[in-house]
DNA sequence: CCGTATCCGACGCGATACTG
DNA sequence: CAGTATCGCGTCGGATACGG
């Protein structure tokens, strides 16, 4: 059984704590989750896989870096990502120390993004990445797309 | 209801074919699936993290690199990963001609996977990303930990 | 304008057992 | 040794509705 606590849930079963926002039934953390399980940090390559991990961290990065600093602004330079995402994704940047967040205290409410000084040394590696990227570009979308195509019979 | 056909199965309710490997029931790919949802392809940044995307596939592709060409010997340098998830990404960084495989008819099998020419313009690049990571690594776990640490009050 | 909460489909991948 | 099949947990992120 579980016992309840003030900033969630105890699972005596289990011998874990669930805090509030944890869809209990399923036992996931859904909205403003934590991962449970550790990512390898073993070299260079994992954690800059670990602090780009994202559907649009790096497209944030970019855009930041290119003056764009609303949050709605971001939103309608990338409308297919939700609100949520973005949201969540920003303020895992933020955490990692790559961007920081200026709040105005104005109705209605100014936020706006900033590069850090951290953050900024990224962007050479991300134009690294792109450039290579943009240089095989026909390549890479013609391999990438060959997985998509369902290979029928007739 | 769906009919039988000689790769998978026909669903004419949401007029979609399903080939084997498909688990019927819950309806998606689990074993050497297929995505269903097309990934953005707009930059050369998107292309870049759509080849690089999986757990393992940049620890492949330097490791094959340094060259150790064998599944086997692969499978010991990365005890982390499953030898299905292995399979999978050597396929698919072998269908988008990053690597070229080799069977050698003998009993029992051998295998060896190598670059292709394709595939080595994309170790310096990962060269450049590995460094960032490096020269930056205390301060990359820091911030990367500081997720995983729960907040408990009590 | 900015952020949160709920619900849910899609997906990554580990564990395990099995084949040739 | 190399690979496939089955199962199931953990996670990402979209859709939508709501509150300050």
Chains 1, 2 share one sequence.
Request: aromatic share 12%; proline share 5%.
């Amino acid at each position: 059984m579980y016992s309840l606590h003030k900033y969630g849930k105890y699972d005596s079963d289990r011998d874990k704590f669930f805090p509030y926002g944890t869809d209990w039934h399923i036992g996931l953390f859904l909205c403003m989750y934590e991962r449970k399980i550790l990512p390898n940090l073993n070299c260079g390559l994992d954690l800059v896989a670990e602090v780009l991990y994202g559907k649009w961290k790096i497209r944030l990065l970019w855009f930041i870096n290119e003056g764009h600093k609303r949050p709605s602004e971001l939103q309608r330079k990338i409308p297919d990502a939700s609100k949520r995402v973005l949201t969540i994704q920003l303020n895992e940047l933020e955490d990692q120390e790559l961007i920081t967040k200026k709040i105005y205290p104005v109705v209605p409410p100014k936020v706006e993004y900033s590069l850090t000084e951290f953050g900024k040394t990224l962007i050479p590696v991300l134009s690294v990445l792109g450039k290579w990227g943009d240089e095989n570009e026909e390549r890479l979308r013609e391999v990438i797309l060959k997985r998509y195509e369902i290979k029928h019979d007739e």
